[in-house]
């Protein structure tokens, strides 16, 4: 019989590229869409975090197989089945798609940086910038990582400050099993940035990739090829986990609007 310890140290041991994927999808321009869906339409939209729950894991936990299996990224895997042109194609959209996000991120973390000791908001953002690049570069991967693990807990920000404002939980509880949508332009458009923001193409990308570096070098490749472990097991808790997570910070971060 496993003790609490135990327990939590396997399944600390299991999270890995599921929970930092899903904290990626709390990015700064991610935070920003729900809290302006929260400020706009109230809990109109709280029914989308749980919606989106298990179309994200489900495509997160394809990825993930696939770069585990194949212990390639997933534009290595369809360049291996398409041809070269339809594979630059796709290379060149997710490139711009990123370029844009990560210019929306480090933007809004240097206003937030300057709002907090002022200055220029600017020099902060290439700061920020900087730093990551050189993180990235230069930071071993496994120990990269485990600080990207580790820094998703300052996310949980979100999820306290939620209970220490004032939050009709009933009303939002109702609202998340009950849904009522109607045709408005700025709901449908609010709907399509939300399920945008929170199904992004990056993250099948960026899950793919990490966990084809944990099966080249971690524990994952030898649990993959000892037949009393699964690895489909250890990406699906991550992964789930990693979901429930993101969309938790997401409900938060909406419910996080001016009270009137």
């Given at each position: ?210 966990e084809a570096e944990e099966s ?45």
């Amino acid at each position: 019989m496993f003790g609490w310890k135990s327990i939590i140290r396997r399944v600390a041991t299991a999270l890995g590229p599921g929970l930092i994927t899903g904290a990626a999808d709390d990015d700064p321009s991610g935070i920003a869409t729900y809290s302006q869906a929260g400020a706009q339409f109230g809990l109109t939209l709280t029914w989308t975090m749980l919606l989106t729950l298990p179309f994200m894991a489900a495509i997160q936990i394809i990825s993930a197989c696939i770069g585990c299996q194949t212990q390639k990224g997933i534009a290595h895997n369809i360049g291996d089945r398409l041809p070269r042109l339809v594979v630059l194609l796709l290379v060149a959209l997710l490139i711009t798609a990123n370029t844009i996000n990560i210019a929306a991120d480090l933007a809004a973390m240097g206003d937030a940086l300057a709002l907090v000791i002022s200055g220029p908001s600017l020099f902060y953002a290439i700061a920020f910038g900087l730093i990551c690049l050189l993180a990235e570069v230069c930071v071993p991967y496994h120990r990269y990582a485990s600080f990207l693990k580790f820094l998703t807990l300052v996310l949980f920000v979100y999820v306290a400050v939620a209970f220490t404002v004032e939050v009709p939980w009933r009303s939002v509880l109702i609202a998340t099993i009950m849904p009522r949508v109607t045709l408005d332009h700025d709901l449908l458009l609010m709907i399509v940035a939300v399920f945008g923001t929170t199904i992004s193409p990056y993250l099948f990308f960026w899950q793919a990739s990490q966990e084809a570096e944990e099966s080249r070098l971690s524990h994952r490749r030898m649990h993959a090829a000892n037949p009393q472990e699964n690895y489909f097991t250890q990406i699906s808790v991550d992964t789930w986990i990693g979901m429930l997570v993101s969309n938790l910070i997401a409900s938060s971060s909406s419910l996080l609007r001016p009270q009137h």
